[in-house]
């Protein structure tokens, strides 16, 4: 069982800068991703990073803006996020995975295929 803790949320003004952290701890995973959920949204892929590193994908409304990393030593993967907009306000998860990346790198979007979920941070932007 692999338990995702998320940390760094927290409010900015637009334009502004985040860090967000998360730590993983138990079983091994081949992929984490980070999500967010705005109130009365679906759930919307952000970034995704395979631990292998041969595997990076953004979705469209953060590319340029927003950069996913991993520490391996540390099992820890981080999302800086610069040029916040207010639209980027949500609860921010990470997610991990167990299947082999190459299965699910075409739809890494997906919230169906994580296996572990944390249990989240709050990112409000205003403007």
């Known amino acids: 069982q692999v338990q995702l803790v998320e940390s760094g949320g927290g409010s900015v003004q637009a334009g502004g800068s985040l860090r967000l952290s998360c730590a993983a701890s138990?079983?091994?995973?081949?992929?984490m991703a980070w999500f967010r959920q705005a109130p009365g949204k679906e759930r919307e892929g952000v970034a995704v990073i395979s631990t292998g590193g041969g595997g990076l994908s953004y979705a469209d409304s953060v590319k340029g803006r927003f950069t996913i990393s991993q520490d391996n030593a540390k099992n820890t993967v981080y999302l800086q996020m610069n040029s916040l907009k207010p639209e980027d306000t949500a609860m921010y998860y990470c997610?991990?995975?167990?299947?082999?990346?190459?299965?699910?790198?075409?739809?890494?979007?997906?919230?169906?295929?994580?296996?572990?979920w944390g249990q989240g941070t709050q990112v409000t932007v205003s403007s």
């Open positions: 138990g079983y091994t995973y081949n992929y």
């Open positions: 997610a991990a995975g167990w299947v082999p990346w190459d299965l699910v790198a075409g739809s890494w979007q997906y919230p169906s295929r994580y296996n572990y």
